[in-house]
């Protein structure tokens, strides 16, 4: 595959699998979203309770301490729906600075393992180990090419399904149900709308800055 096709041609692959196939491929974005809760709450001395992934894409996160101050809450609330748009914009980020892509696969094995350790419920016991298993399957026996060519895909998916997952957070808060906006207004006082404008506004420059920088990467 040329250099110069390389880009557009796993972001078109991508594509199909943050939309298209969003219904199969939306667990992987869901445990990027949990692990953004997970990581950034961690950054600011919050402990992990537990981490659930559902079998119909939803997930939660929660915490050993009950009263969270105004900066954990944020970062803690934040990191989730930005979370794959960040994780995504990283890689993009590592990949056109040099860093091989099984470096990048490897890292983002070690972050699931973590990740699977504060899982505590079933389904999340599956669908986090078979997305692993994918990851690990290509950083460990595929050869260099396939390395980049799905290293590629994964950071496009990623940028892509930070964005994908925005239809679904305006219909949850539309209907009243959605968690990390109720919770992010409640500790700072903001309209849980602005939360939801933000995050689409967030995962949108993220997917605009890191598909320029492997577009550039690539011409």
Request: hydrophobic share 55%.
């Amino acid at each position: 595959m040329e250099e110069t096709g390389l880009a557009w041609t796993t972001a078109v692959v991508a594509f199909i699998a943050a939309v298209p196939l969003w219904k199969i491929t939306t667990h992987a974005i869901t445990i990027a979203h949990e692990g953004g809760h997970a990581m950034f709450g961690s950054l600011t001395g919050l402990l992990v309770k537990r981490i659930t992934v559902k079998p119909q894409g939803a997930g939660g996160t929660s915490f050993r301490q009950e009263k969270l101050g105004v900066f954990q809450t944020l970062a803690a609330g934040l990191a989730g729906y930005l979370g794959p748009s960040i994780f995504g914009l990283a890689g993009a980020w590592m990949l056109v600075h040099g860093i091989s892509p099984r470096s990048i696969l490897l890292m983002t094995l070690v972050l699931m393992a973590m990740l699977l350790v504060m899982v505590r419920n079933f389904f999340g016991f599956i669908a986090v180990p078979l997305t692993g298993l994918l990851v690990w399957a290509v950083a460990m026996r595929a050869t260099e090419d396939v390395q980049l060519v799905f290293t590629y895909i994964w950071i496009w998916f990623l940028l892509m399904g930070g964005t994908r997952q925005i239809p679904e957070l305006y219909g949850n808060w539309k209907a009243g149900g959605e968690a990390d906006t109720g919770h992010l207004e409640k500790a700072t006082g903001l309209s849980s709308a602005f939360f939801v404008a933000l995050f689409w506004l967030g995962s949108m420059a993220a997917l605009i800055y890191g598909g320029v920088l492997l577009l550039q990467h690539n011409a």
